[in-house]
């Protein structure tokens, strides 16, 4: 079955921006099926969706209150999709997933681990 690997710094600066790789394995993230999405928990708080990208890759949708600050984009020969977010501030510490959805709308299949990543100078 297809996993999920986060990577990235897990510390970033106040005001800098912060970037974390999905690896996939054990499925393509070319399948003209599959939304690719990203989830953040900050420490006590409950999960909140970032935002996907969709199976052609050609474009992104990305929550409202984060849209202004947020890039989603992938790498089809590395297999990976990546999550940047722009001027970071502590309210950005969280455990960011990085997750599969079977269709539009469709349940969060398959989650990563989960990488901690703290803001703070």
């Known amino acids: 079955q297809v996993q999920l690997q986060e990577s990235g710094p897990g510390l970033v600066k106040p005001s800098q921006t912060l970037s974390l790789t999905c690896t996939v394995s054990?499925?393509?993230?070319?399948?003209?099926?599959?939304?690719w999405h990203w989830i953040r928990q900050p420490p006590g708080k409950g999960l909140e969706w970032i935002g996907y990208?969709?199976?052609?890759?050609?474009?992104?949708y990305y929550s409202p209150s984060l849209k202004s600050r947020t890039s989603i984009s992938r790498d089809t020969a590395k297999n990976q999709f990546t999550l940047q977010l722009t001027s970071v501030t502590p309210e950005d510490t969280a455990v960011y997933y990085c997750?599969?959805?079977?269709?539009?709308?469709?349940?969060?299949?398959?989650w990563g681990k989960g990488t901690l990543v703290t803001v703070s100078s």
């Open positions: 997750t599969r959805a079977g269709g539009a709308g469709g349940d969060l299949e398959y």
């Open positions: 054990d499925g393509s993230i070319s399948t003209d099926y599959y939304y």
């Open positions: 990208i969709r199976p052609s890759g050609s474009s992104a």
